[in-house]
Structures are given as C-alpha cells and as structure tokens.
C-alpha cells in the first residue's frame, strides 16, 4: 500500500487499527458472542434431546435422522440466501431479522405437535443460525482493530461451546428433575423433558434480542463500501468514540472494490473461495457428524450395556458435558495461539489432531473393548478431538471467512463458505448414522480421520495468511511463501 502523507487526514482503516478497544467493539462483540452461543446451544442440545423425542413421537430411524439434520440443512438455506442479503441491506437490519426468527422458531420446537412440524420448526432454527455466521463475522471484523481481530473473532466463537456445554448441562438439569419428580416412571420425561431443553432456546434469544435492542451500530466499512461518506463518518465516530470525518479523499471507494457474487468464483478471489469453504465443508462433516452424536457415540462405546433408559442418558449427558468442557480449552487455546503462529498453520496442526483423536475413538470402537470399561479411551479420543478442533479448524475457518474477501462480498464470502460447510455438516449429520450400519463404529471413524487429513492438505495448497494485516492489505496478495507456514 502506497504510504499516506503525514499531513493527510488518516484514512478509517488507519485511525481504525491505532484505536483502543472502545465500549461500542465490546458491545458489538458480545452481541455477535451471544447469536453464536444460541448456535451452539440449539445445535447440540438436539443429542441429548433425541432419545426422548425418538420415544414420544414413535419414530423410526430415519426419522430421527431429519429431525438431526433438519437445522443444519436450514443453516446452510440461510447461510447462503441472508448472506449476500447482509451485503445489500446492512449488518444491523439483517441482524433483528434474525433474533426474529430465533424467538419464532425456538418458541414452535417447544410446542411441536409431531415429528414433521418439529423438523419445520428445527429447520427455522437452522435458517436464523446460518444467518449468523455472515453477520457476525463481518461485523467483527470491519469493526475492531486489526491487531485484535482474530482473538475478538475467536473469542466471539468459542460461545459456540458455551452454548453446546450449556445444553450438555440443561440436559442434565431437565433429566435430573424428572428422575426426582417421576421416580418411578420414565413416560413423563418421555413427553415433556425434551419440549424443556429446546424451549430454553427461546429464553436464550429472548435474552440476546433485549442485548440487540440496546445497541444499533452500522459497520463503517459497509457505509464506505456503499459511497455513503456521512452515514460512515456518525457510525465510525460513534464506533471509535471520537469526531471521525470520512470523505472520498480519505477513503475513496477504488481501496474497496464493489463486486457482484460472482467475484467469488473469479480468478482473482476463487482460490479464497476454496481455502474459505472446502477445508470448513470437510471439517463439518466431522464437527457435526461427532458433535451432534456425541452422547449416542458415548452411550454406544462405554454404556451399551446399560439396561435403563433415564440412566443411560444421564451417564451420557454427563460424558457429553465432561468432553464438552475441552471445546472451550480449545477456543482458549486458540486464542492465545492465533497471533502468534497465524491462521494456516494452527489450521493444519488441528485438523491432523482431530484425526488423532478419531484414530483414538476408532480403537475405543473396537468390538473387544465395547463396555464401561472402555470408557477412559472413549473420553481420550473426545477430548483430543475437541480439543485440536477448537484450537485450529473450528476457529480458523470461520475467522478466514472473514478476512479474505473484500467489504463488498466479505458476508457474500462468508456465507458461501458456511453454507458450503453445512452441506458437509448434513451429510456428517445424516449419513454417518447409517454409515455406521454398514461399516461399523470403528471404520466410520477411520474415514471421518481420512477427511480432516485431507483437509489439512488443501488448507497447504491454498493457504492466505491473514495475521498481523489489515483487511485491505489482505487484498494485495494472493499466496504466501513456505517460509511462512
């Protein structure tokens, strides 16, 4: 980038990254902090509902299968459609929408009258989580100082495993008071301990949609982006709690490129395009094919033989948030690593961990070990599994999404990206439960090791660093050396 003269006004770029952290980015971050710990939470609160719902509407496998996949098929419906929306309309208005369809959906999941109106209701859901990931990230980024961005990124994310250990724990909360309620009969926890744990969801939207309320800021960037040089200039001294003045001069809109989608798949920015999105599609296929799964893999691995029902699912709530607690040592890792050793090379130490630990559950799969006594090498593989995936992939591809493509399509970008990865996640989703009828337990998960190799493969070939530069000076360069990773 050409060298602005000393006694030249500073562009927004400039007095954005030479600014302190200002109430307004906290207020902003802890916005986008709370939509993603809803995701987390209605994601994987499904686990340790299912078996409940699977007993009250008399379901069959495939079923279950739908109701799993019903709102990670809506997050990717809405990860596409609402993210190109977010770059026309702005961050702000797209994100009451989405606290609308939260407190909407949420409220119907509770109050579903059979299998089909709660795979509507779940797949609602899924469309206001996929609108997340595009807000959220571009809000983030376009709003904090370059020098943070990816630990304020991450940090924002890792309450995706507050939300998921927050519905391991209503889980166990609702099990618990149905067993002191109901001693001697499992049909009320039947009926009604499932509507509880989904019905906390709406008490969680509730609660982020008062946050919104209080707090409407446009991103800057997405005013400069669009040539509206006032508008940019109250939200960015209101962001940066000073007098800021932006005008064609400081910021002229050839620094920020207005493209169509389609700029996704040119020359220019495809290779982005594909380290955004293929790497996050493979990871998904393991992240939700596990996680969602995760206490019937604990149920099926240490606790087969187990002969009651409210037992069985206690001991898997409980492995489900002991595990649970390593995704949030991963983020923290991540955190404290992501601008030290740089996006790409934290990805690729991840993905090949999370294959470790899938080799480790693959052996705990193994027809000799099944049983209780199994259950050390069974927590082993989870452990390690969470804990390398939040400390590389599940951090860095939704941060990547974010920083590689420019203001005009960076939610464009990034919610190709994410709908891209939760085609991967409807497939780890649905297919990996009769994948494991047909190649057990132990071979599904040789395969699932497979993939995060791969991934780490590709994030190599089509590495971009981002760390350390500002979001324009991303722009100017397309690979990076093999020194730097």
């Keep these: 980038m050409i060298a602005i003269a000393s006694n030249q006004p500073l562009s927004f770029e400039q007095q954005l990254d030479q600014s302190r952290l200002t109430r307004p980015m906290w207020l902003l971050w802890l916005l986008s902090a709370g939509l993603i710990a809803l995701d987390g939470f209605d ?72 299998a089909t109106s709660l795979i509507l209701f779940r797949f609602l859901v899924g469309v206001g989580i996929g609108a997340d990931y595009p807000i959220s990230v ?55 301990a499932w509507r509880w744990m989904l019905g906390m969801g709406l008490l969680l939207a509730i609660l982020v949609g008062i946050l919104r309320f209080q707090f409407l800021l446009e991103s800057p960037r997405y005013y400069i982006a669009r040539g509206e040089y006032d508008e940019a200039s109250k939200a960015a001294a209101e962001l940066l709690e000073q007098p800021i003045v932006i005008t064609p001069e400081t910021d002229p ?8 989608y389609g700029a996704l798949f040119s020359p220019r920015y495809f290779r982005r395009t594909i380290l955004a999105s293929i790497p996050w599609f493979l990871q998904d296929i393991a992240t939700y094919g596990i996680g969602i799964f995760t206490p019937l893999i604990i149920v099926t691995l240490a606790f087969s033989n187990e002969g009651n029902l409210m037992t069985r699912e206690m001991n898997a709530a409980l492995g489900s948030a002991f595990v649970d607690v390593f995704l949030i040592l991963g983020f923290s890792l991540a955190i404290a690593l992501i601008d030290r050793i740089g996006r790409i090379r934290l990805q690729i130490v991840g993905f090949l961990g999370m294959a470790v630990g899938l080799v480790v559950l693959a052996l705990a799969g193994d027809p000799m070990m099944a049983g209780a006594s199994n259950l050390g090498l069974v927590l082993t593989g989870f452990i390690i599994f969470n804990l390398l995936m939040n400390a590389g992939p599940n951090s860095t591809t939704f941060l990547l999404s974010g920083e590689v493509f420019p203001t005009s399509i960076r939610a464009s970008g990034a919610g190709f990206a994410a709908a891209f990865a939760k085609a991967g996640a409807v497939f780890g989703t649905f297919a990996l439960p009769i994948l494991k009828q047909s190649v057990g337990v132990a071979n599904l998960l040789l395969l699932l090791a497979f993939t995060c190799v791969l991934a780490a493969i590709i994030t190599y070939i089509f590495r971009v660093e981002t760390m350390g530069r500002s979001l324009e000076a991303v722009g100017e360069e397309e690979t990076v050396t093999l020194e730097q990773v």
Excluded: C, H
């Excluded at 809109?253 to 169509?260: A, G, H, K, T, Y």
């Design 43 to 114: 994601f994987f609160v499904i686990g340790v509902a299912m078996p409940f719902i699977e007993r009250d509407f008399g379901i069959d496998a495939a079923n279950v299968g739908t109701i799993a996949v019903a709102a990670v098929a809506g997050s990717l419906v809405g990860s596409l459609t609402l993210g190109p929306i977010t770059d026309k309309v702005g961050r702000q208005r797209m994100l009451v929408v989405d606290i609308l369809i939260f407190v909407i959906a949420s409220a119907a999941t509770a109050l579903s009258w059979n």
């Design 138 to 192: 571009s809000y983030i980024t376009e709003n904090v100082p370059s020098r943070f961005r990816g630990r304020m990124v991450i940090g924002a994310f890792s309450f995706q495993a507050v939300g998921a250990l927050l519905g391991a724990v209503v889980g166990l909360v609702v099990i618990w008071a149905f067993q002191q309620l109901y001693p001697d009969s499992a049909e009320p926890a039947i009926r009604y």
């Design 253 to 260: 809109p050839s620094r920020e490129p207005s493209l169509s």
